[in-house]
């Protein structure tokens, strides 16, 4: 069975730094995406910052959060900088991934971690 873990959630103030982390393990063969996203309440899901063939980030957090992935550790990152209240949010890390060869493609997600960012 795979599991994604995430770790490194707090509270902090504005204008200070996070970094989230991300462990996937169990039967992997080959991981093709993983990424960021966070969940508001009342909001919807939305992605943060994605690393595949290409990355990407939302407008909200360019310039200020960088994504980076350890491919042979299965790991990826979230360093968060110049936080903001409107920051705060449930952080979960998604991976798309097979477990077998040829095998078909699965969604797994991470139970996700509170970031909150006091103003």
């Known amino acids: 069975q795979v599991q994604l873990v995430e770790s490194g959630g707090g509270l902090v103030q504005a204008g200070g730094s996070l970094r989230l982390s991300c462990a996937a393990s169990?039967?992997?063969?080959?991981?093709?995406?993983m990424g960021w996203y966070r969940q508001a309440p009342g909001k919807q899901r939305e992605l943060v910052a994605g690393?595949?063939?290409?990355?990407t980030y939302a407008d909200s957090v360019k310039g200020r959060f960088t994504i980076s992935r350890d491919s042979a550790k299965n790991m990826i990152y979230l360093q968060m900088n110049s936080l903001k209240p409107e920051d705060t949010s449930v952080y979960y890390c998604?991976?798309?991934?097979?477990?077998?060869?040829?095998?078909?493609?699965?969604?797994?997600w991470g139970q996700g971690t509170l970031v909150a960012v006091s103003s």
């Open positions: 169990g039967s992997i063969f080959n991981i093709t995406y």
């Open positions: 690393s595949g063939g290409t990355t």
């Open positions: 998604g991976a798309d991934l097979t477990v077998v060869a040829g095998g078909e493609g699965l969604e797994v």
